[in-house]
């Protein structure tokens, strides 16, 4: 069934909701993990796209070559698989609805009959060892269409045959590409449902025909979250059936808006948290943040994506190899998808050599599934820790400025002893080190030092929640009202320049769940009694986390010291497999931790469950303090 006015959105929302007696209580146990494992994304995927590098001037040649490059230089080996078409491939829709390409440019696309096929092009990635992903829109027309109206490559003909993204169209769109094409992946952007309103010059103009906005990305209040969200979810049915084996990945492309940061984790494999990245380290800066605070987030099957790498141009060029390694460290570090922008039949080694980094890859790729947490938070500087699957820990030194700066590294970041020896391994050279307690380090204007770490644990028989985050997933984090978050840098961007009155708070998710902090960054804190280890959230929250056969979970709950609501008391509730295991008595805030201990052999999934009646949950966070699992 295709969805083909915002009426119709509008109708199937109320019908769904029609059909339930009742809403479901978010806070209610499930057992049963409710993040996205659809698709094929255990890992963050690996590749190349075309738009950093030809953006809509993409050919077959183009595509072809860099896929070779990919091949042998060694990198497909390494994990880079996916070989995506950006925008730039449309001719036009037919009468009939069936989408045809710009045989000009792709000239395997030719067929007898006229009506195009790009089953020749993914059938030879295919025979490469490669993967084959396409690009499209979740409304009528695209960002080029909006943005760039005078790009070579754009959607010829008349009006209606300019729409060509995926609007009223999903399920023919989405058959045609996965189920006779063979793509693999599929990048969804959404300027078809932002930039196409009555007021647009292009509308006025007559060269596309209005479409209300239910997307924008200077307020969230304006977005109509249930409706994108929805159209999302009819995408992904339809990949379903076209794609029956799950060999498939979803990305959603909307720029962090919407609050997309708190529920695509539910429905597709990555997730832009952020507006476009640009060849800038200031713009690095501010997708990267989008990202970094958001380790809860990201699970395996779904992944925070901060943009594409822009390695290979401007401030991470040759030319900026300490900008173009700490780009790469970075977003390995994160879980992000590490997909390259350059052109690769030009790039430097030097560049190469950065892709093609086997331990910083296997750091992005880990079975575990953790996005690293912050350990330490400053505008000038950073520590990210990242718990792998064999127990190691990778650490990431981030000098966010322009001028050279002394750091400490300390057990406690890592949470290992500081009575033994702590092992590490630099990623970049290879080299080995060793240090007890601490260890200072002198890091370059914009450096990333990154090793991987070994040795005692602090907490010797099992993990701290907070250490894995990619088994902890807020089902219900307690946000009644999406607002933006004012700790994202805010950089001058280029297409607007310093135009305007500059770049204000634009990305949801203030107030998110968070590891080893509260939901508005402060350390946790109950009762005066700091914890360095810890699930931070808000009031009226679930979490759940699954269980890989640990037999006891131990946990000191409060409200934080940092709510500005004394009056309203919280009950602490631990489920397991959907029974109930443990519950504390109501706490206000002041009052100290209390200490729970349960046992959970042979749970799978626990849920935990904050619940405060009458309370405006931002006002009341909430802490599960020294949150562990133990053997």
């Known amino acids: 069934m295709a969805i083909k006015t915002l009426a119709g959105i509008s109708a199937l929302l109320l019908a769904s909701a029609s059909v339930q007696a009742a809403p479901r209580d978010p806070l209610a146990p499930t057992g049963r993990w409710s993040a996205n494992t659809d698709g094929r994304a255990a890992t963050p995927p690996m590749g190349w796209n075309s738009w950093n590098a030809f953006a809509t001037d993409v050919d077959e040649e183009k595509v072809l070559a860099s896929a070779q490059k990919i091949v042998d ?19 036009h829709r037919r009468t009939d609805g069936r989408m045809l390409v710009r045989a000009d440019k792709f000239p395997s696309a030719r067929t007898a009959d006229g009506a195009t096929s790009f089953k020749p092009f993914t059938d030879r990635l295919h025979a490469m060892g490669l993967k084959a992903g396409i690009y499209t829109d979740l409304g009528r027309n695209t960002c080029a269409q909006a943005y760039g109206p005078n790009e070579p490559n754009l959607p010829r003909g008349s009006v209606p045959e300019r729409e060509v993204g995926l609007y009223g169209h999903i399920d023919q769109d989405i058959a045609l590409y996965f189920g006779a094409w ?34 924008d990305l200077d307020s969230v209040n304006r977005s109509n979250i249930p409706a994108v969200r929805a159209m999302f979810a009819q995408v992904k049915a339809a990949l379903v059936r076209a794609d029956p084996d799950q060999d498939y990945l979803l990305s959603l492309c909307i720029w962090g808006s919407a609050d997309v940061r708190s529920w695509a984790k539910d429905v597709g494999n990555i997730s832009r948290t952020s507006d476009d990245i640009t060849p800038h380290w200031t713009r690095l800066l501010t997708n990267f943040d989008t990202a970094a605070r958001r380790p809860l987030y990201a699970h395996p099957g779904s992944w925070n994506d901060p943009d594409m790498l822009f390695i ?53 790729q880990d079975p575990a599934g953790n996005q690293a947490v912050l350990a330490y938070d400053s505008d000038d500087f950073q520590i990210l820790v990242k718990t792998l699957a064999d127990g190691d820990k990778a650490v990431a030194l ?81 946000i009644t009202a ?43 804190a109950v009762a005066g009694k700091h914890f360095t280890a810890g699930l931070g959230v808000l009031a009226n929250s679930r979490l759940e986390v699954r269980n890989a056969g640990y037999r006891q979970l131990s946990v000191s709950v409060g409200v934080d010291d940092s709510a500005t609501d004394a009056a309203h008391a919280v009950t602490f509730q631990i489920y397991g497999d959907r029974r109930l295991l443990a519950t504390a008595a109501p706490v206000r805030r002041g009052a100290p931790a209390k200490p729970l201990s349960v046992n959970v052999a042979g749970v799978k999934l626990v849920e935990l469950v904050a619940r405060s009646a009458g309370v405006v949950n931002e006002q009341l966070p909430i802490v599960w303090g020294d949150a562990a699992f133990h053997r």
């Open 398 to 478: 981030f000098n966010r400025t322009a001028a050279p700066m002394e750091a400490i590294l300390t057990a406690q970041h890592l949470k290992l002893r500081d009575d033994a020896a702590i092992a590490l391994t630099d990623l970049w050279s290879g080299a080995s080190s060793s240090f007890r307690k601490e260890a200072k380090f002198k890091l370059a204007p914009h450096e990333t030092l990154v090793f991987r770490a070994r040795g005692p644990r602090l907490l010797t028989d099992g993990l701290y929640l907070s250490e894995m985050p990619g088994s902890v997933n807020p089902a219900a984090d307690g």
């Open 312 to 364: 290979g141009k401007g401030e991470f060029d040759a030319d900026h190899l300490t900008e173009a390694r700490s780009h790469f460290a970075l977003w390995a570090m994160v879980s992000a998808p590490l997909l390259i922008g350059a052109d690769l039949r030009t790039t430097p080694q030097a560049l190469m050599d950065i892709f093609g980094n086997a331990a910083l890859i296997s750091v992005d």
């Open 182 to 215: 063979g793509f693999d992946y599929i990048k969804i952007d959404g300027c078809g449902l932002r930039a196409y309103g009555e007021d647009s010059p292009l509308v006025r103009a007559g060269r596309y025909r209005p479409l209300a906005p239910i997307l």
């Open 482 to 524: 999406p607002m933006a978050d004012p700790t994202i840098h805010r950089a001058v961007v280029s297409w607007s320049g310093t135009r305007g009155a500059g770049q204000r708070p634009l990305y949801a998710g203030w107030g998110g769940a968070q590891a080893d902090a509260t939901p508005y960054g402060r350390e946790l």
């Open 73 to 91: 230089t060694g990198l497909a080996a390494k994990g880079y698989r996916y070989v995506n078409l950006d925008e730039g491939w449309w001719d």
